[in-house]
């Protein structure tokens, strides 16, 4: 096993000697199940083929793994050995266990379809690199899902300690705004909290459910309470019910199915085949703009782009829609008679390794069909998002609502792209606000033609620079 650090020592240590922790850990018990739902849903019907878990403890999420996919391959880790017995004999065969560190999965395991941890998360050292290297551990596609505790968790006897000059001497766990910034560079998904509250008969017992579950781990430069200092901070957090509150948060990441982004603009008109051609040329990507409409009055984006780019037939896919009216590709679909098939947009995986630069149409919230938005296929497809913006006045709205509103819906976000003249205010206010990566700020272009895409290709990061820097800006 990696060596492993002082605190990791005490972390294991404290749950190798948690002895009565299944008949004590309540919580741990719900959150390995709203953690195991979280991962259900966001897999759908796919059923994974290798499991990566880490920090199975004594393997209550690990057994509802077995149970939901008896023919996967699932490995659980643990830093704790007695754990991982403990696990081994609720659990039986068919899991492969082993111990290992959170922080330091070994390059001979491979890679997997999910890596997932429950109540492991807050004891690490450096999460967000971890979490990191916990995204490369996985295939195309693949999925981290992890719980936490939140700051706040047991509050009330951090307040019956306050008036002690030790305190209560609990670790501290991570805020929410902190975890809010923690995720696999580029990938899709969000966070989601909860809280529980748990009533003890007194703090005496609450004391000894901690040490049950190996959860106090104090601080390294706590001094312990006195006896005297100990009764009071007990006799306090009895007065006030004997109760804690846990908080919880729970982290589902969906590694991108292919190498890629989708264009997607504030509006119609603001430059997204621009800038699609542009990343096309950068990247020597594919191109695939699956609706198109308008077609009555333009040749449309496709042969745009391939007459700007210079690409050939095998570097473009054919939309899965045209229409004539120059509408929502819904509206035009109806104007013909026609319905679009959710089904016929699914994402084309044509040379995955290869960049591909999906071009969506109008903005977010154009409709594709009845039920599904163009909001609705950037969650679908997975892919990081390029928002192309004016760089004028009305973009600064516009901007922030499109950047919130795929936040929301738990989209990946590569960074923005302004086109019009240079306005460094706007710049700025976007990069602070909307907590977004500027990728290029292109001048207004009098005339669009292939030399110009070519010069502009030249200001774009290249695809390899453009994972780097991402993955460097969350670690």
């Known amino acids: 096993m990696t060596q492993i650090t002082s605190r990791q020592i005490r972390v294991r240590d404290a749950f190798d000697h948690a002895v009565d922790y299944e008949a004590a850990a309540t919580v741990q018990r719900i959150a390995a199940q709203h953690l195991f739902e979280r ?3 966001r897999l759908a019907a796919r059923k994974p083929v290798r499991i990566l878990e880490l920090g199975c403890g004594t393997g209550f999420l690990t057994e509802k793994l077995r149970a939901a996919w008896p023919d996967a391959e699932i490995v659980a880790t643990d830093i704790a050995p007695s754990m991982l017995e403990r696990a081994r004999r609720r659990v039986g065969g068919g899991v492969t266990f082993r111990v290992m560190n959170a922080a330091a999965i070994e390059d001979e395991l491979g890679a997997f379809d999910v ?5 492991v998360f807050q004891w690490l050292e450096q999460p967000q690199p971890a979490l990191a290297h916990w995204g490369d551990r996985l295939k195309a596609g693949g999925i981290v899902a992890l719980s936490t505790l939140l700051d706040g968790t047991f509050r009330e006897w951090q307040a019956a300690c306050a008036p002690e000059k030790s305190g209560s001497g609990l670790s501290p766990y991570p805020e929410h705004s ?3 910034v923690w995720r696999p560079a580029l990938f899709s998904g969000e966070w989601s909290v909860e809280s529980c509250v748990q009533t003890f008969p007194n703090g005496a017992q609450f004391l000894r459910h901690l040490k049950q579950t190996g959860a106090f781990i104090p601080r390294r430069d706590h001094t312990p309470m006195s006896v005297a200092a100990l009764k009071r901070s007990l006799a306090r957090f009895d007065a006030g019910g004997s109760f804690v509150t846990w908080h919880l948060a729970y982290g589902c990441f969906q590694k991108p199915p292919r190498a890629g982004v989708f264009v997607t603009g504030t509006d119609t008109g603001v430059g997204k085949t621009f800038v699609s051609a542009c990343l096309v040329k ?3 990507a594919l191109y695939w703009k699956p609706l198109q409409s308008g077609l009555a009055d333009e040749a449309g984006d496709t042969p745009t782009v391939q007459i700007l780019t210079g690409c050939s037939e095998r570097d473009y896919l054919p939309p899965a829609g045209a229409f004539q009216a120059p509408l929502s590709p819904e509206a035009a679909a109806h104007a013909e008679g026609m319905v679009i098939d959710p089904a016929d947009l699914e994402l084309r995986m044509q040379q995955p390794d290869r960049p591909m630069v999906v071009e969506g149409a109008g903005g977010l919230m154009v409709p594709v069909t009845e039920t599904v938005m163009m909001s609705d296929l ?3 497809w997975g892919l990081p998002v390029v928002l192309v913006a004016r760089s004028g006045l009305g973009t600064l709205n516009h901007t922030l609502l499109s950047l919130e509103a795929l936040r929301r819906r738990g989209v990946a976000i590569a960074g923005v792209v302004l086109n ?5 205010a706007n710049r700025q206010t ?3 606000k909307g907590k977004v990566r500027i990728l290029a700020e292109i001048p207004h272009q009098p005339d669009v033609t292939a030399n110009t895409v070519a010069e502009i290709a030249k200001m ?7 994972i780097e820097k991402s993955r460097g800006e969350r670690e």
Do not use: M, R, T, Y
């Open 282 to 284: 950068a990247w020597s």
């Open 460 to 466: 774009l990061p290249s695809w390899k620079l453009l």
């Open 178 to 180: 902190q975890i809010e």
């Open 420 to 424: 019009g003249p240079l306005n460094p």
């Open 378 to 380: 950037a969650v679908e």
């Open 39 to 41: 991962l259900q849903a």
């Open 115 to 119: 890596v997932c941890g429950n109540l």
């Open 430 to 432: 976007i990069e602070q």
